[in-house]
Antibody, heavy 119, light 107 residues
Framework: QLQLQESGPRLVKPSGTLSLTCSIS?????????WHWVRQPPEKGLEWIGE???????NYNPSLKSRINISVDKSKNEFSLKINSVTAADTAVYYC????????????WGQGTLVTVSS | DIQLTQSPSTLSASVGDRVTISCRAS??????LAWYQQKAGKAPKLLIS???GLESGVPPRFSGSGSGTEFTLTITSLQPDDFATYYC?????????FGPGTKLDIK
């Protein structure tokens, strides 16, 4: 059974970099799967951040593209998210997720982790 | 970017009711639409993919329809476990987007 687990600092200072890692268990990061990051500000809706394939190909939300980087580490069976120049507006629950191809919705999700941007 | 709108934003219903939630896309997305259910403090759960394909383990009281720009999620005979927020999501382009959500609460 595929399981995803987000990890990283829960508190980030304004103008700093938010860094999260998603550890994959029960499956290999390799194959046709695409790996996603989605976030949800408190009491608000879902926002897709971006996705990465096992080869490192990426697609990003245009509104965030200038500040984000998503990468894979096949040796550790994990993928990561970095968001630069964060503000309070980046405070959210961050989810990692998987879709089984590049044209399918995410069917497995992590439990999510709340990241707060504050001094 | 493809924008998604959902209606209504809030829906009050009773156990046993039949409810319908609409999702409209700003341009045609064929059938590249999914529906998710999210409960407070939990990750979204995929219910339907490709507009009408029921995911494994999802009760058959859930159904989806539509293509192009107009889509519908229908829940027949509401159960207590169904009261949650529902989101549509398009994956027709390289930039995925979610609808704003519909909160289904108990009347």
């Amino acid at each position: 059974q595929l399981q995803l687990q987000e990890s990283g600092p829960r508190l980030v200072k304004p103008s700093g970099t938010l860094s999260l890692t998603c550890s994959i268990s029960g499956a290999s990061i390799s194959g046709n799967n695409w790996w996603h990051w989605v976030r949800q500000p408190p009491e608000k809706g879902l926002e897709w951040i971006g996705e990465v394939s096992e080869s490192g190909s990426t697609n990003y939300n245009p509104s965030l593209k200038s500040r984000i980087n998503i990468s894979v580490d096949k040796s550790k069976n994990e993928f990561s998210l970095k968001i630069n120049s964060v503000t309070a507006a980046d405070t959210a629950v961050y989810y990692c997720a998987r879709s089984y191809s590049g044209s399918s919705p995410a069917d497995y999700w992590g439990q999510g982790t709340l990241v707060t941007v504050s001094s | 970017d493809i924008q998604l709108t959902q209606s209504p934003s809030t829906l009050s219903a009773s156990v046993g009711d039949r409810v319908t939630i609409s999702c409209r896309a700003s341009q045609s997305i064929s059938t590249s639409l999914a529906w998710y259910q999210q409960k407070a403090g939990k990750a979204p759960k995929l219910l339907i993919s490709d507009a009408s394909g029921l995911e494994s383990g999802v009760p058959p009281r859930f159904s989806g329809s539509g293509s192009g720009t107009e889509f519908t999620l229908t829940i027949t005979s509401l159960q207590p476990d169904d009261f949650a927020t529902y989101y549509c999501q398009q994956y027709n382009t390289y930039s995925l987007t979610f609808g704003p959500g519909t909160k289904l609460d108990i009347k």
